[in-house]
């Protein structure tokens, strides 16, 4: 009996232990920095022309409609060997889209990613970090979306996962480029 008891109450204080670590977790993440409820960007895979493509997942379960403008990456650790060209390591994707209340979208990464990487021949990993640009009404926001490990070959991509802690040579993406009237200043 009391070792049924016993086991009972570590059975239990676990699962308080994990019910309070996810509300923890969830805590910081119930209201976006850019105050935007109800709008979520995330990197996956999405099924597009019959094959799994590594894409931008963006759900927009609120009732107003968004429009895209862009995402920016920037690559750190890239593994890759037979690239076509010295790679970048930086790329701007150009969505310029509406995603409609309560709807999704799936935008593919997988060119802008290999691109990046400089064009690879065979398989080649890399820390993915990035900023999304979107507007709604008249109001521009910019989310950095978390970090991922990519694993691909070529432009089809074998693993996407979350990583903790980004790497430390990983830096933004580069800002917009200044309005002339700006850097003419700058010279004078």
Do not use: H
Request: glycine residues 8%.
């Amino acid at each position: 009996m009391t070792a049924t008891t016993i086991t009972l109450f570590f059975i239990v204080s676990i699962a308080l232990v994990y019910v309070a670590l996810r509300l923890r977790r969830s805590a910081g993440r119930s209201a976006p920095v850019d105050g935007v409820p109800g709008f979520r960007a995330g990197i996956g895979f999405s099924t597009m022309d019959g094959m799994q493509a590594v894409s931008l997942l963006l759900e927009n379960e609120s009732s107003a409609r968004i429009w895209m403008e862009k995402i920016e990456i920037s690559l750190a650790d890239v593994a890759a060997t037979a690239q076509t060209e010295e790679p970048s390591c930086r790329e701007t994707l150009q969505i310029r889209q509406m995603v409609e209340a309560r709807d999704a979208l799936p935008i593919s990464l997988a060119g802008v990613i290999y691109k990046a990487a400089g064009g690879p021949q065979r398989e080649y990993s890399c820390t993915l970090s990035s900023v999304l640009r979107f507007r709604i009404g008249e109001n521009w926001f910019e989310r950095r979306l978390e970090t991922y490990q990519v694993r691909m070959i070529g432009l089809t991509g074998s693993e996407v996962r979350r990583s903790r802690v980004p790497p430390p040579g990983l830096l933004p993406p580069a800002k917009e480029p200044q309005r002339v009237a700006v850097a003419a200043g700058k010279f004078k």
